[in-house]
């Protein structure tokens, strides 16, 4: 079920008013896009006030028509009565008022050549009525844009500055430069920012932080669970990000986050896949990281486990933990908000019903490891990020994952060799169509989710895309790997 055209117009009315002006100031391009925001603005006045208008406007339109059917000699009686019907339904839409108003105008050409009190009188009346029409438009207040589900508290530099201090506070002079957005990603929030004090060097530095309103819930989707995640895999030697300061329930702040060292390199790809061929030793070093990943003893893990904050508990096999983790995305699904989709019922269905089995002990996984989320140096992964779907489960959810990706670009068996001779665990390759069906659910909800947040008043234009086009793609792949 797609978002209605309101919701569209709303939040592409506020992207131009809050994001684009601003940037476009005191350039040649400032007063078209101030153009472009008003006809939003307008288009948005239409959808609520003309359907009333029209109403109120079409008794007095009838009547215009009973006395021009008489006064023009060369009527046709097949269109006035057409028109006249499109009037008698319970709402009026656009086309049957462009065919009234086409009638009306071609009448009143008509009428011209007919000098008389009556045909004088009735171009009269029929200007003050088209007039009404236009000033009752109007009249109209515009739209005012929707009030945030939740008010919004950013972390601004200065918020930043100060909650730096009071933690380190053995520490002087400190101050955040450089500090600004990143770009990308549906839920959580990327800062970058520079730290400098007095006696230590510039520290370039990440923040990692829940948005005002994440729309999922569930593995390491909280700052705080991915900040705990991350700290035992770099603890491992891994090469990720190294969690550095947990800031949670800071009241000036709408969201938890954790401050993290940068990682060097550059990234190669996007969401879509590549920017251009990898080579091989990349691949490689992605079989090794991922080997590596799935190695870490799950007794770093114990003390985790026993909070409960994952589906996974201690002594778990992967079968038990990978049902958990199925029944932990049904829970935030039920919760909603959501746009109706049978589907996705039909795929919690499935999923519970074909968890493979599996007696091993689950893993830590990474779920979304491919060129988005890590970055490059001499042809060898050298940082990992994004951490935010990590959970205890199997092996093969990340292998399902590249899958389709590392065979564009290599034979799967030759990497899957190298995964194995890294120490990676032995993998049931039948299971791997579930899996991919598994992530690709968790995408295909959460981009509903995503969506249906924006009725309620959540005015991320990023969320737009979510329904109108990456769940298609999420249910498409969702939908077939349940086929194979």
Aim: hydrophobic content about 45%; some cysteine.
């Amino acid at each position: 079920m797609l978002l209605s055209q309101e919701d569209y117009l709303r939040l592409m009315g506020l992207a131009m008013e809050r994001e684009v002006l601003p940037a476009l100031e005191g350039t040649g391009a400032a007063p078209t896009a101030a153009v472009i925001a008003g006809a939003l603005a307008e288009l948005r006045k239409r959808d609520a006030v003309l359907p009333g208008l029209r109403e109120r406007l079409a008794s007095p339109a009838r009547a215009l028509l009973g006395r021009l059917a008489a006064l023009w000699p060369g009527a046709d009686p097949v269109r006035f009565a057409a028109v006249e019907r499109g009037l008698d339904y319970g709402r009026i839409d656009a086309a049957d008022w462009q065919a009234l108003m086409a009638l009306l105008d071609d009448g009143a050409k008509a009428l011209l050549d007919i000098a008389s009190g009556e045909t004088g009188a009735w171009l009269r009346d029929a200007a003050e009525w088209e007039l009404s029409y236009h000033e009752g438009f109007a009249a109209a207040p515009a739209l005012p844009a929707s009030e945030a589900a939740q008010p919004i508290r950013r972390l601004t530099r200065e918020k930043l500055e100060t909650h730096l201090r009071e933690r380190l506070s053995n520490r002087s002079g400190i101050c955040v430069s450089d500090y600004r957005a990143i770009p990308g990603g549906f839920s959580n929030e990327t800062y970058f920012f520079t730290l400098e004090s007095e006696g230590h060097q510039p520290q370039p530095l990440v923040v990692r932080k829940n948005a005002p309103w994440p729309f999922f819930s569930h593995w390491a989707h909280d700052a705080a669970e991915e900040f705990q995640i991350l700290s035992r895999v770099a603890d491992a030697g891994l090469p990720v990000p190294r969690p550095l300061w947990l800031f949670a329930g800071m009241p000036d702040v709408d969201g938890t986050y954790y401050v993290m060292s940068r990682g060097a390199g550059y990234m190669v790809g996007t969401l879509a896949g590549a920017n251009a061929a990898l080579p091989e030793a990349l691949l490689f070093s992605l079989a090794e990281f991922l080997a590596g990943l799935h190695a870490i003893p799950m007794t770093g893990f114990a003390d985790y486990l026993a909070h409960g904050a994952l589906p996974t508990r201690p002594g778990d096999t992967i079968e038990q933990a990978v049902r958990r983790n199925v029944l932990s995305m049904r829970a935030v699904w039920e919760k909603g908000p959501r746009l109706p989709s049978p589907g996705e019922a039909f795929t919690i269905d499935w999923l519970l019903r074909n968890v493979p089995a599996n007696a091993n002990p689950p893993s830590v996984v990474h779920t979304d490891c491919f060129v988005h989320n890590f970055l490059v140096e001499d042809d060898a992964i050298a940082c990992v990020v994004d951490w935010e779907a990590s959970h205890l489960g199997d092996p093969a959810e990340d292998l399902a994952y590249v899958k389709d990706q590392v065979s564009l670009h290599m034979d799967w068996g030759r990497f899957m060799a190298h995964y194995r001779a890294s120490g990676g665990a032995q993998i049931d390759e039948a299971s791997l169509d579930y899996y991919k069906c598994l992530l690709n659910f968790r995408n295909y909800f959460g981009s509903n989710i995503g969506a249906a947040r924006i009725p309620l008043g959540y005015d991320d234009i990023r969320m737009i895309p979510l329904g109108s086009q990456y769940l298609t793609i999420f249910m498409r792949a969702t939908i077939e790997a349940t086929r194979a």
